[in-house]
């Protein structure tokens, strides 16, 4: 945040104390930006100290993914159908209904607003496609995605729950409605 005149100026007090001819002011002031440089120093040393961390703990949440295609944790006997940008799986764990599905993007995002575009609308794709498909058996279907624990990198995934006409109908009140 100092200008060159600023530094210049900085020199000369530091030349004048070297050669003995400089004030007890001067020294103080040149021992004062000796004491702020390392102070920031230290800053700047925690902060990397901080950063590295926190990449540590990504890498170490993201190795151990369990919806990263790439990743051995990955159960594949849950894939139903694969796209580019995306993959359509039933849930590891209880279903919801008998028709429950997820629809996951490829890459590792922890929420559906941090997606790319190309991604959003593949998903989208899919949405359409089970939608469809629901209402083709007269049925209607609500996807919501769980957005919690941010700060430790989920994957995120829409849930795909397929339910009755007359529940999808009254869906709206207790959803927000996302297009």
Known sequence: MNTGDDENALFLKMAKFRSGRGSDEEEAAFADAARVAEADGKKQHREKQQVEQEARHRRKRLDGCGWCVDNPHFNRKLLVAMGEKCFLCVPADESLTQ???????????PCGTQLDEDVWEEMHKFRRALTNLAADRGEDVIFFEQARALRNHPHMNFNCVVVDKEVGDTAPIYFKVRS
């Open 99 to 109: 028709l429950h599905c997820l629809l996951v993007p490829i890459e590792h995002s």
